[in-house]
Structure formats: structure tokens, C-alpha cells
């Protein structure tokens, strides 16, 4: 069979696929058109506006609030994993913490805005919009949980826990750079799964939660927190991150 007899056979054979798709009703919509998410002023402004205010309000009413008052306190009651944590707090990891915090955060924003190469701006808006909900709602539910526990810094703990004595000293667990963190790694993967192009951005979802990761453990290193408060931040951070882009509605 000769060369020029293959490729004729091969491109009849094209022809007539693309004129079956082109005659098909539904050959227009082999392409799946790129998921939207749907953002109202209700509920998603209202739960935005909401998780905003329950933050604000243990920031500017601290004092105000529960928070532990001892100073020193015993470490009788500590947990055996948390004990080796006890101590003044160390400088350089806590600021090496806030680095990482906030690579985390920007990197999973740029991240999400560079996953829709060529797609109209309101799309990314779109998701955007659902990473901020989610990483609002995790920072509201920590600020009240440390509120709930009062529970006191490693600081509190040892010989020099009246250089400790601030509400926020009084207030570990769980711990927010944390649960942030995590929250937002875990909404980056979840709005990417939801639409579906998880897969082709293993390396960056990776990439966010080791940063979360080394977030907390700078945060235990540091002294900032007891490694139980970190458990429950990572754990905390990724059911909101995850649920919430997985709770919004997506366009038709």
C-alpha cells in the first residue's frame, strides 16, 4: 500500500470526523466552558461583612474579653507534648514565622489569580472572592476559640512570665498564623478542584501547605505557641479553607 494511498485514507478519515462533529448538536460543547463561581451580596457579602466585624471585635476589645491571667503559670497541667515549649520567646524564628505566614498568604492568591491564563478578569474576582470568605471565616473562628480557652503563651509558663502579662499573651490557642496559613493552602486546592484543574497544580498546593507547615513549626520554635495550639490551627484552617469554596454555587 502505497504512502500517498495511507495519507489520503487518513485524511478522508479526518474529513469526515470533523464533519460529524461540525453536524453534531453537541460538538460545540466538547470543550467544557471554565467554571465560575456565583457571588451574591447575600450570602456571600453578608458572611464576609460578618466574619470581618467577629474579628475586629477581639482585637479592639482584648482586654475586655477572657483571657488567661496568670503570671507565671503552672505547667502541672500542660500536656507532656506541649512542655518542652515553656520558655521566653525566641525573636528570630517568630519573625521567620510572619515570613512564612505571609508567603502562604500572597503566594496562594498569586497562585490563584495565575491558574486562569487568558480568562476574563471577572472570573478571577470570582475566586478571589471565595479565598477571602475563607480566610476571613478561619481568622473569626480562631480569634473566638482563643477567646472560648484563654488559654496563656508558652511565655506565661516560665521565669519570665511577667514580661508577658498583655491579653494576647493570654490568649494560645489555637494558634492564627496557623489555621491561616492552612486555610489559606486548603481553599486554593479546593477552588482549583472544584473547577477541576487540581491535578494540573500538584506542585503549587504542595508548595502552599509545606510553607503552612513551616509556619507552624517556626511558631512552636519560636515559643509563640505550644504544639498542640498548631495542631488545631493546621486542622482548623483546612476544614474551613476546603469547605468553604466547596458550600458556593457555581455558575451554569
Keep these: 500500500m502505497s504512502m500517498s494511498f495511507i495519507k489520503l485514507r487518513r485524511a478522508l478519515a479526518a474529513g469526515f470526523v470533523a464533519l460529524l462533529a461540525a453536524a453534531h448538536p453537541l460538538g ?3 470543550v467544557p466552558a471554565p467554571l465560575r463561581f456565583e457571588i451574591h451580596p447575600w450570602p456571600d457579602a453578608a458572611v464576609l461583612g460578618a466574619a470581618t466585624v467577629a474579628t475586629l471585635v477581639p482585637e479592639l476589645f482584648r482586654s475586655r474579653l477572657s483571657h488567661a491571667t496568670c ?3 503552672s505547667p502541672a497541667g500542660l500536656w507532656g507534648i506541649d512542655r518542652g515549649t515553656v520558655g521566653p520567646v525566641r525573636t528570630v524564628p517568630a519573625r521567620m514565622s510572619d515570613v512564612a505566614f505571609a508567603g502562604a498568604a500572597a503566594g496562594s492568591v ?3 489569580l495565575r ?3 487568558g480568562e476574563i478578569a471577572a472570573a ?6 471565595v479565598l477571602s470568605e475563607a480566610m476571613t471565616v ?6 473566638w476559640m482563643k477567646v472560648l ?4 503563651r508558652p511565655g506565661r509558663y516560665s521565669s519570665a512570665a511577667l514580661d508577658y502579662t498583655s491579653p494576647g499573651n493570654g490568649l494560645s490557642f489555637p494558634s492564627g498564623h496557623t489555621s491561616q496559613a492552612f486555610a489559606a493552602a486548603a481553599a486554593y486546592a479546593s477552588i482549583l478542584h472544584r473547577r477541576g484543574v487540581s491535578g494540573r497544580h500538584r506542585t503549587e498546593i504542595a508548595a502552599l501547605f509545606t510553607t503552612a507547615a513551616v509556619t507552624g513549626v517556626l511558631r512552636v520554635v519560636a515559643r509563640k505557641h505550644f504544639p498542640t495550639d498548631v495542631v488545631a490551627g493546621a486542622v482548623l484552617g ?3 479553607g476546603w469547605t468553604v469554596p466547596a458550600l458556593h454555587r457555581v455558575a451554569p
Design 28 to 30: 460545540a460543547q466538547q
Design 71 to 73: 503570671a507565671p503559670c
Design 110 to 112: 498569586m497562585l490563584l
Design 115 to 117: 491558574s486562569r491564563p
Design 124 to 129: 478571577r474576582r470570582e475566586d478571589f472572592a
Design 138 to 143: 478561619t481568622a473569626a473562628v480562631t480569634d
Design 149 to 152: 480557652v484563654h488559654r496563656p
Design 238 to 240: 483546612t476544614v474551613i
